[in-house]
């Protein structure tokens, strides 16, 4: 039996197919889909009927295509809550720019938007379409909002497209779907019963009511892997700097947008968690006094006097082993990545350390995507490519959870979260 066909046997997957060219490519999906076992149903839209015919896909899954919104099954119930309720899992590929924002918007207006509405299985959206409807802000936003709703987006690949163009918004190939639907099977639940917390965002440091000391640190990184935690099961405390994105929904938020706020908060949440993951940028030098009122201009040079900072990680480093959590930090370097990650892994005190680059002309600040390679006491351990954020952090939950789960004593397995491993 392969890994493929384990993850999905047995599992009910609901396929949503909207109205593009790359439809013809949700034939070979479903037929991958039920050759792995899982039971699949398929729902498409009106126009996705203009592109590949109902028939070819009830060959394909010998079970009824939902296309209409007000169709009742044969058992006189309402097939679209039927079939949401029934999903494990629900894939919607091709999702065109319409699907997008009608999903986002909350309009359900067939079968598709409907089951998808309706349901509370995890939904994975495979967009496809022209390059500038993709990169549209519009589109942008709307899939920025499903990924606040938990949807897990398998992005749209570079190539020839319908128009003949070359360009983004080519549908992902079948294979990778499949692979985005069996690795939310085998992960789902993988954190249960841990507590995660994540830093994210840069830290400002007051210089008087108006003016800091910050970073470009937007958050995205930090998000994504509490995003990721929380879809995995984990319960994630998110200790938020100064962040340009939203916190993702359902995970607890303490704000701490200066690095003395943030040492606070991490020192208070860090004994009771499992792992903690210091994506932020914090600050290492803040004023040495904060202006009470707004400085004037006196037409002089200014002199600041900085001091630095605690090392917030590096103390948690140092807590005793029975409240210590699994520790993971983040080296932000400009030059001479492994020497610098390796030396913050050990003078930190930390269990893993991932480097990224920053500052040159790939900037992992402010960016979508992310390389980073992953640092333990034996060297770099990963050769990961270029990767969307949210992509780097499930990569990165699977190689925490590994490590984890190694050196956790089999003992404490069972015992409540937050004491669940400690070091020996
Ligand atoms: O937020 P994004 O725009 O998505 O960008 C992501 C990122 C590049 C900021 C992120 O991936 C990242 O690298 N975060 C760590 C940035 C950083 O502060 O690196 P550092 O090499 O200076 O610090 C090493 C580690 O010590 C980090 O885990 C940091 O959180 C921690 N630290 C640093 C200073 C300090 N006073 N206390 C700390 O705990």
Not at 24 to 32: F, G, H, P
Not at 106 to 112: S, T
Not at 249 to 254: P, Q, Y
Not at 365 to 371: F, L
Request: hydrophobic letters at 50%; one cysteine or more.
């Amino acid at each position: 039996m392969t890994e493929g066909l384990g993850a999905l046997a047995g599992r009910r997957i609901v396929v949503g197919v909207s109205g593009s060219i790359a439809a013809y490519k949700a034939v070979t999906l479903v037929r991958m889909l039920a050759e792995r076992g899982a039971v699949v149903d398929v729902a498409m839209t009106a126009a996705a009927g203009r592109f590949v015919g109902r028939l070819t896909f009830e060959s394909l899954t010998h079970r009824p295509v939902l296309d209409d919104v007000f169709e009742l099954d044969a058992d006189q119930q309402i097939a679209h809550i039927e079939l949401a309720e029934a999903a494990d899992a629900i894939v919607l590929a091709p999702a065109t720019a319409n699907l997008l924002g009608e999903l986002a918007s909350g309009l359900v207006g067939d079968a598709v938007t409907a089951i998808a509405c309706a349901s509370r299985a995890p939904v994975i959206v495979a967009p496809a379409m022209d390059a500038g409807m993709w990169t549209h802000p519009a589109t942008q936003r709307n899939v920025a909002t499903l990924r606040e709703f938990g949807y897990l987006i398998v992005e749209p690949e570079v190539g020839e497209l319908a128009s003949g163009l070359t360009g983004i918004g080519r549908l992902a190939e079948p294979a990778s779907i499949i692979e985005a639907v069996e690795r939310l099977f085998a992960r789902a639940g993988d954190l249960e019963g841990l507590h995660v917390v994540v830093s994210a965002g840069g830290t400002r440091e007051p210089l008087d009511p108006v003016r800091f000391i910050g970073n470009r640190s937007s958050g995205k990184m930090g998000a994504a892997l509490a995003e990721a935690a929380r879809d995995r099961g984990a319960a994630v405390t998110l200790i938020a700097g100064s962040m340009s994105v939203s916190p993702p929904r359902g995970v607890t938020v303490v704000d701490a947008t200066t690095a003395q706020a943030m040492r606070e908060a991490v020192l208070r949440a860090a004994p009771n968690a499992d792992i903690l993951v210091m994506a932020a940028a914090v600050a290492d030098f803040a004023p040495a006094r904060a202006s009470q009122h707004k400085i004037k201009r006196s037409g002089e040079n200014l002199q600041i006097e900085l001091v630095p900072n605690p090392d917030i990680v590096a103390e948690v480093g140092e807590m005793p082993d029975d409240v210590r959590p699994f520790i993971i930090g983040f080296a932000a370097e400009s030059d001479d990545l492994e020497a610098n990650a390796a030396a913050k892994l050990r003078d930190k005190g930390l269990d893993l350390i991932v480097g990224n680059v920053v500052g040159g002309p790939f900037d992992a600040i402010g960016s979508d995507e992310n390389k980073v390679t992953v640092f333990a006491a034996e060297g770099a351990i990963t050769d990961w490519p270029m990767l969307p954020k949210r992509q780097v952090a499930e990569r990165l939950w699977d190689l925490i959870g590994d490590r984890y789960g190694q050196m956790r004593p089999q003992a404490d397995a069972t015992a409540p979260s937050g004491r669940r491993r400690r070091r020996q």
